[in-house]
């Protein structure tokens, strides 16, 4: 299939992602993180009220090095303060870990389930749970960096972001925000940029013809440096890092390349395509990039892929569900261990 038109905000999301990975940090001469350190991209997280469309990890590389140790699942919240507090020689739970502010009775079940996944170790002595960490957590976030992605910035788009990034330059959760838009021949217009806090970056993208590569990014506007470590209106500085350490762990467990755990690639038209060094899916039965949404069991043009597709070892390009699945997994397993 030749280069898709990313026609949608999914599909410039997607090649924003791979940029990411490609071209971090846009205004350092290397293209693998602002010094050569690895990142992680991920998208639509954050918190309750704020959901970033990308999200960038930058990564210390020895504590990326150490936290793989911990597996490629996601370590959530419940898990994480055991994770993090579990002690070197063994103890009686309460005495070691803090105290959650919820009955200890659901840390007890949080024990029971990271020891089954090999996050620590536990045994029971008497009737009391002692722990023990088989490794210490190790401080692997160096910078988080949220990108929100409007693909056709008009007033009105303009307008709406606008308070989008006010929030998030006023709660500070990430060190630094970008606005990620499309190129249009001339530069983004003075006007509609003076609608942003003067906090966040600028970044435009041309993905028609050659589709993303390291260099796809033009910087028309350069982000301040957030104070991350500081309380904010919402957050105290404990909680503001309790968020940021699950911000980051959801980010490395799900990577960006998850969408075919909510899309349809079992679905006989769905197809990816390459557009330069990144791949986005493309609808047969549309003829164009399908969105995330629309891509789902409620799609009326779905329909399933025939089965005796599924020994035929089809190849990247229009594969059936499973050679498609496998092919992002093994890329986001790469990305991880960059
Ligand atoms: S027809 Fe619907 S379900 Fe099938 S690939 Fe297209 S958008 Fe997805």
Same mark, same amino acid.
């Given at each position: 299939?030749?280069?898709?038109?990313?026609?949608?905000?999914?599909?410039?999301?997607?090649?924003?992602?791979?940029?990411?990975?490609?071209?971090?940090?846009?205004?350092?001469?290397?293209?693998?993180?602002?010094?050569?350190?690895?990142?992680?991209?991920?998208?639509?997280?954050?918190?309750?009220?704020?959901?970033?469309?990308?999200?960038?990890?930058?990564?210390?590389?020895?504590?990326?090095?150490?936290?793989?140790?911990?597996?490629?699942?996601?370590?959530?919240?419940?898990?994480?303060?055991?994770?993090?507090?579990?002690?070197?020689?063994?103890?009686?739970?309460?005495?070691?870990?803090?105290?959650?502010?919820?009955?200890?009775?659901?840390?007890?079940?949080?024990?029971?389930?990271?020891?089954?996944?090999?996050?620590?170790?536990?045994?029971?002595?008497?009737?009391?749970?002692?722990?023990?960490?088989?490794?210490?957590?190790?401080?692997?976030?160096?910078?988080?960096?949220?990108?929100?992605?409007?693909?056709? #910035? @008009? =007033?009105? &788009?303009?307008?709406?972001?606008? !308070?989008?990034? $006010?929030?998030?330059?006023?709660?500070? +959760?990430?060190? %630094?925000?970008?606005?990620?838009?499309?190129?249009?021949?001339?530069?983004?217009?003075?006007?509609?940029?003076?609608?942003?806090?003067?906090?966040?970056?600028?970044?435009?993208?041309?993905?028609?013809?050659?589709?993303?590569?390291?260099?796809?990014?033009?910087?028309?506007?350069?982000?301040?440096? #957030? @104070? =991350?470590? &500081?309380?904010?209106?919402?957050? !105290?500085?404990? $909680?503001?890092?309790?968020?940021?350490? +699950?911000?980051? %762990?959801?980010?490395?467990?799900?990577?960006?390349?998850?969408?075919?755990?909510?899309?349809?690639?079992?679905?006989?038209?769905?197809?990816?395509?390459?557009?330069?060094?990144?791949?986005?899916?493309?609808?047969?039965?549309?003829?164009?990039?399908?969105?995330?949404?629309?891509?789902?069991?409620?799609?009326?043009?779905?329909?399933?892929?025939?089965?005796?597709?599924?020994?035929?070892?089809?190849?990247?390009?229009?594969?059936?569900?499973?050679?498609?699945?496998?092919?992002?997994?093994?890329?986001?397993?790469?990305?991880?261990?960059?």
């Amino acid at each position: 299939m030749s280069t898709p038109t990313v026609d949608s905000e999914f599909s410039f999301e997607l090649l924003v992602c791979r940029w990411a990975e490609l071209g971090w940090h846009p205004t350092a001469a290397s293209s693998d993180g602002a010094d050569g350190a690895p990142v992680i991209v991920s998208r639509q997280l954050g918190t309750q009220r704020r959901r970033w469309d990308t999200i960038v990890i930058e990564c210390d590389p020895a504590g990326l090095a150490a936290r793989r140790e911990f597996g490629d699942r996601a370590i959530d919240g419940e898990l994480l303060p055991i994770v993090r507090h579990a002690p070197a020689e063994w103890a009686y739970y309460r005495d070691a870990l803090p105290d959650p502010g919820y009955p200890w009775r659901y840390v007890r079940e949080a024990i029971h389930r990271a020891a089954a996944r090999g996050l620590v170790e536990k045994r029971k002595n008497g009737n009391r749970i002692e722990i023990r960490r088989k490794r210490p957590y190790p401080d692997w976030v160096r910078r988080i960096v949220a990108v929100e992605n409007k693909p056709d #910035l @008009d =007033a009105s &788009a303009a307008a709406a972001l606008s !308070d989008q990034l $006010e929030h998030d330059v006023e709660t500070a +959760l990430a060190d %630094e925000v970008w606005l990620a838009t499309g190129r249009t021949g001339d530069r983004v217009e003075p006007a509609l940029l003076r609608q942003f806090p003067v906090e966040a970056g600028v970044l435009t993208f041309d993905f028609a013809g050659p589709g993303v590569d390291a260099d796809a990014a033009t910087v028309d506007w350069l982000p301040s440096e #957030l @104070d =991350a470590a &500081a309380p904010s209106e919402r957050f !105290d500085a404990a $909680e503001k890092a309790r968020r940021r350490r +699950l911000i980051a %762990e959801r980010a490395y467990g799900k990577g960006w390349r998850s969408i075919t755990e909510t899309m349809r690639p079992d679905c006989r038209w769905f197809e990816v395509a390459r557009a330069g060094r990144g791949i986005v899916p493309v609808c047969g039965a549309k003829g164009r990039c399908q969105t995330e949404s629309e891509c789902s069991s409620r799609c009326g043009s779905f329909e399933p892929e025939p089965p005796q597709w599924r020994t035929k070892g089809w190849p990247i390009d229009g594969g059936p569900g499973q050679g498609v699945r496998e092919l992002l997994e093994r890329r986001r397993e790469r990305a991880r261990r960059r």
